[in-house]
């Protein structure tokens, strides 16, 4: 099983939520973002949806869309 981060069940701080919002802004991947925080990549989505932040890459084509 895997080990638990070192921030696990610990609350958001307002410097915490900063920090996500800017990391967001960077197109920096969720992963990444809960890499960087210690926090899980499933914990960085939630509060970032409670938050209204979006973790949706802005610089990136969708998928569908192909070349001709």
């Known amino acids: 099983m895997a080990k638990p981060p070192t ?7 307002p410097q915490d939520v900063s920090l996500l919002q800017q990391l967001a802004k960077e197109n920096t991947p ?3 973002i809960g890499l960087k925080m210690q926090r899980t990549p499933d914990a960085v989505a939630q ?3 409670a938050e209204r932040i979006s973790l ?13």
């Open 30 to 32: 969720t992963r990444v």
């Open 47 to 49: 509060k970032a949806s």
């Open 7 to 13: 921030n696990h069940g610990k609350h958001w701080t």
């Open 56 to 68: 949706k890459p802005t610089n990136q084509s969708p998928y569908t869309r192909r070349k001709p």
